[in-house]
C-alpha cells in the first residue's frame, strides 16, 4: 500500500481535496500526497484557490490563532526548553522503567507455580537500570517522574495481565498475531534494507512474546523480577498473587486509565518520529534534551510507536519499530539523528510511545549494550507490554521465541 | 525575538532556517504565512473546522520539530502541506469524515440564479479574521469566474461557496456525479491558469 502509486491526475485531487473519495482511494492519495512533493504543491494549490474564491488574499488565520499555534508548537516542542526536554524525556525513560517490568511480569507470571519469585536473589542491575533509564533527575525536574513510574508499574502489571490472557485465548493457530504479518512484511519488502531487519525483529518479537505463556524456558535473569516487583509491590505481597489480582479485574476502566496516561507529548514524540522517514528519509528531529547526561555520547535508540489502526491497513494493532540515534551535545541536548523505521508507519500515528532507550554505545570508552527493548499493544481487550528480542538477534528467525525473549532481558548489557 | 521586526520580510527558506534556529518570531511568521493553508486543506479533509484546528495545531508541533532538519528539498509550503495531509490523515475523524456544514440552504438560489457568484462566495466565507482580498486581485478572481463556461462555474461555485457535496451538486444541475467531478476540476484547473501569479508558490513571495 505504500508503492509508489502514479500522480493523482487533477480531477482526482481535486475530488481528494473536496473529501469525494470513497476511503481506500483517499488514503492511497493522501499517503501519496505526502510523498510526493508535485501533488503536495497541487493541493496547496487548491486550498490557495478555495481562499481566492473566497476573497481571501491568501488563506490566512486570524493573529490569536497564529499565536495560539505558534506558542502551543514552541511549547510542547521543547527543544529550546530544558525543562519540557527532560520532562518529557522522563517520561519516556518511565515508559522505559514499565517497559522493563511489564517483561519481568510476563516472565513471572509463568512460572508463578515455581518457586516464589520474591525469594529470589536481589537484582543489583535491576535498580541500575531504572537508574539509568530514568537518568540523573536535576533538581526540580524530577517532580512528576516518581508517580508515573508508579503508575507505570500499576498499568504494567494490568497490561501484562491482559497481554496474557489473550496470549492464551489465542490458542495455537488462531493467534492474530502469527497471521497477521502479511500486510507488514508486505510493506517491508517494498522498502530498503533496514526495514526489513526491523520487521523481522518486529514479528519476531510479536510471536515470541506471545509464545511466552505457553514455554517454558525461564528467564537467564530471574532475579531481577523479584526486584521489579518489589519495586512495585508493597513488601510483602506477593508477586503472583497480586497478578491473580489483577488478573480478575482487567475492566474497560484499566484500559482507559492506561490510555489516559499516554500523555499528548508522547503522542507528539510519536508523530515526530514518524514524520522524518515519511517525508525526508533520515533527517535530524528536532533537539530534545536530557540533563545529567555525559555529553558527546552516541545513544543507538529505539522509538516504538503503536499505530492506532495498526500498521498500514491491516487493522491488526501491531507494534512498529523506529530506529534513532542519538547525538548527545555537549549542552546536555540530544539530537535524534538517523531515524528509521518501515514505511508502514507513514500511515501509522501511534496513540502510544515507548522510547526504550539503549544505552550509550560508548561512554568514556567503555562499550554499553542496549538494554531491552519493549513495546506495547493494543489489542480489542486493551494495552499489553510486550517485551521483544534484543537487538543482537535482529534478523533472526520468529522461532526464537522464548529463547530470544530470555535473552533480552537487561542482564544481556554484558554481552 | 529581536529578529522580530524581520521575521516578516525573511522569505520561506529564510524564515525555515531562522526558526529552526530557534527565534521565536519567524517560527509565528510562518505560522501566519502558512496557518490558513493548513486550516483550510484540514477543514476541507475533515469536514470540520474544529477538528481542522487540532490538526493545524498537530502540524505546526511538527513543523516546530521537524524545522531544524528541514532541508529545503521541498518548498516549505509543500512540506506543511505534506505534514497536514497525514496529521489529518492520523485525526480519529479522518475514516469517519463529516461533510462540511452547509454554508447555504439548499432552498437558496440555485446557481443559475446566482448572478454575482464573487460576492456570494465571498460571503458565505467572510469571517472576522479572514484577510479581504485586495481590489484588483478580487477583481482578478471575478473576471477570471466570469469566463468560466457556465457549467463549470455553476459547479465551482455551488462547491465552493454552497459547501455542497457533489452528490447535491448532481441532483441540483441534474447531472451526474462524475460530470461534476470533472466540471470542479475543471473549473479549478482555469481559474487557477489563470490566477497563476496569485495562486501557487506563494512562500516564494516575501510580503
Redesign the interface.
Not at chain 2, 516546530?64 to 532541508?71: D, E, K, N, Q, V
Given at each position: 500500500m505504500t508503492a509508489p502509486v502514479a500522480c493523482p491526475d487533477?480531477?482526482r485531487l481535486?475530488?481528494f481535496?473536496?473529501?469525494?473519495l470513497p476511503?481506500a482511494e483517499r488514503?492511497a492519495i493522501?499517503?501519496h500526497?505526502?510523498?510526493c512533493?508535485a501533488c503536495?504543491?497541487g493541493?496547496?494549490?487548491?486550498?490557495?484557490?478555495?481562499?481566492?474564491?473566497?476573497?481571501?488574499?491568501?488563506?490566512?488565520?486570524?493573529?490569536?490563532?497564529?499565536?495560539r499555534?505558534?506558542r502551543?508548537?514552541?511549547a510542547?516542542?521543547g527543544?529550546?526548553r530544558p525543562q519540557g526536554r527532560w520532562r518529557r524525556f522522563a517520561v519516556a525513560a518511565s515508559l522505559l522503567v514499565g517497559a522493563v517490568l511489564v517483561g519481568r511480569l510476563v516472565v513471572m507470571q509463568r512460572e508463578a507455580e515455581a518457586p516464589s519469585v520474591a525469594e529470589m536473589p536481589r537484582p543489583v542491575e535491576e535498580r541500575a537500570i531504572a537508574g539509568r533509564a530514568a537518568g540523573a533527575p536535576t533538581a526540580g525536574e524530577d517532580v512528576g517522574f516518581s508517580d508515573a513510574d508508579r503508575a507505570l508499574d500499576d498499568r504494567a502489571a494490568k497490561a501484562t495481565t491482559r497481554r496474557d490472557a489473550a496470549a492464551r485465548r489465542e490458542a495455537p493457530g488462531t493467534a492474530p498475531s502469527e497471521a497477521e504479518p502479511a500486510a507488514p512484511a508486505e510493506v517491508a519488502g517494498e522498502r530498503q534494507a533496514a526495514p526489513a531487519r526491523e520487521q523481522g525483529a518486529r514479528q519476531r518479537g510479536l510471536a515470541g512474546a506471545r509464545r511466552l505463556p505457553a514455554g517454558a524456558p525461564a528467564t537467564p535473569e530471574p532475579a531481577a523480577e523479584a526486584d521489579s516487583l518489589g519495586r512495585s509491590q508493597p513488601p510483602g505481597d506477593a508477586p503472583a498473587s497480586a497478578l491473580r489480582e489483577a488478573e480478575e479485574s482487567p475492566s474497560a476502566a484499566d484500559t482507559e486509565r492506561f490510555n489516559e496516561g499516554l500523555s499528548r507529548d508522547e503522542h507528539?514524540v510519536v508523530?515526530?518520529g514518524?514524520?522524518?522517514p515519511?517525508?525526508?528519509g533520515a533527517?535530524?528531529?528536532?533537539?530534545e534534551t536530557v540533563q545529567g547526561i555525559t555529553p558527546g555520547l552516541h545513544l543507538p535508540a529505539w522509538l516504538w510507536f503503536l499505530p492506532?489502526?495498526g500498521v498500514g491497513d491491516g487493522g491488526v494493532p501491531t507494534p512498529a519499530i523506529v530506529e534513532a540515534e542519538y547525538l548527545l551535545g555537549a549542552d546536555g541536548s540530544v539530537d535524534v539523528l538517523a531515524v528509521s523505521g518501515p514505511p508502514a508507519l507513514?500511515?501509522?500515528?501511534g496513540e502510544a510511545l515507548l522510547l526504550a532507550r539503549g544505552e550509550p554505545a560508548t561512554c568514556a570508552g567503555q562499550p554499553i549494550e542496549v538494554l531491552v527493548r519493549a513495546a506495547y499493544v493494543r489489542e480489542a481487550d486493551g494495552w499489553h507490554g510486550e517485551l521483544l528480542p534484543a537487538d543482537g538477534q535482529a534478523g533472526a528467525p520468529v522461532e526464537a521465541g522464548p529463547a530470544a525473549l530470555g535473552d533480552e532481558t537487561p542482564s544481556s548489557r554484558d554481552r | 525575538m529581536n529578529r522580530g521586526a524581520g521575521s516578516s520580510a525573511l522569505d520561506d527558506a529564510g524564515l525555515a532556517v531562522a526558526a529552526g534556529e530557534?527565534d521565536?518570531s519567524a517560527?509565528?511568521e510562518i505560522?501566519?504565512?502558512h496557518?490558513?493553508?493548513?486550516?483550510?486543506?484540514a477543514t476541507?479533509?475533515?469536514?470540520s473546522r474544529a477538528d481542522a484546528?487540532d490538526v493545524?495545531?498537530?502540524v505546526?508541533?511538527?513543523?516546530?520539530?521537524?524545522?531544524?532538519?528541514?532541508?529545503g528539498?521541498?518548498?516549505l509550503?509543500?512540506?506543511?502541506?505534506?505534514?497536514t495531509?497525514?496529521?489529518?490523515?492520523?485525526h480519529?475523524r479522518w475514516?469517519r469524515?463529516r461533510?462540511?456544514h452547509l454554508t447555504r440552504s439548499l432552498d437558496e438560489p440555485a446557481a443559475e440564479d446566482a448572478p454575482a457568484p464573487?460576492e456570494k462566495?465571498?460571503d458565505?466565507?467572510?469571517g472576522?479574521?479572514?484577510?479581504?482580498?485586495?481590489a484588483e486581485?478580487?477583481h482578478r478572481?471575478e473576471e477570471a469566474?466570469a469566463r468560466l463556461p457556465e457549467e463549470y462555474r455553476d459547479a465551482?461555485v455551488l462547491?465552493?461557496?454552497g459547501g455542497l457535496?457533489?452528490e447535491e451538486i448532481a441532483a441540483r444541475l441534474g447531472v451526474r456525479i462524475g460530470t461534476v467531478?470533472?466540471r470542479?476540476?475543471?473549473a479549478?484547473?482555469r481559474?487557477?491558469e489563470a490566477?497563476r501569479d496569485?495562486?501557487?508558490?506563494?512562500e516564494e513571495v516575501s510580503p
Open positions: 487533477h480531477e481535486s475530488a481535496y473536496d473529501g469525494e476511503p488514503d493522501a499517503e500526497v505526502e510523498g512533493h503536495a504543491s493541493l496547496a494549490d487548491l486550498a490557495t484557490t478555495s481562499a481566492l474564491l473566497a476573497g481571501e488574499d491568501a488563506p490566512r488565520p486570524g493573529e490569536d490563532l497564529v499565536r499555534l505558534a502551543a508548537s514552541v510542547s516542542s527543544s529550546r507528539a508523530a515526530a514518524q514524520l522524518v515519511c517525508l525526508h533527517g535530524t528531529l528536532a533537539a492506532e489502526d507513514a500511515s501509522a500515528l | 530557534g521565536a517560527f509565528e505560522v501566519r504565512r496557518g490558513g493553508l493548513v486550516l483550510g486543506l476541507r479533509l475533515l469536514g484546528e493545524a495545531q498537530e505546526f508541533l511538527r513543523v516546530h520539530r521537524g524545522l531544524p532538519s528541514f532541508r528539498d521541498a518548498s509550503r509543500t512540506w506543511i502541506t505534506q505534514v495531509v497525514n496529521a489529518a490523515r492520523n480519529h475514516s469524515r461533510r462540511l464573487r462566495l465571498a458565505a466565507s467572510a472576522p479574521e479572514r484577510l479581504a482580498l485586495s486581485a478580487g478572481v469566474l465551482i462547491r465552493e461557496s457535496s457533489y467531478k470533472s470542479i476540476a475543471r479549478r484547473a481559474l487557477q490566477l496569485l495562486v501557487g508558490s506563494r
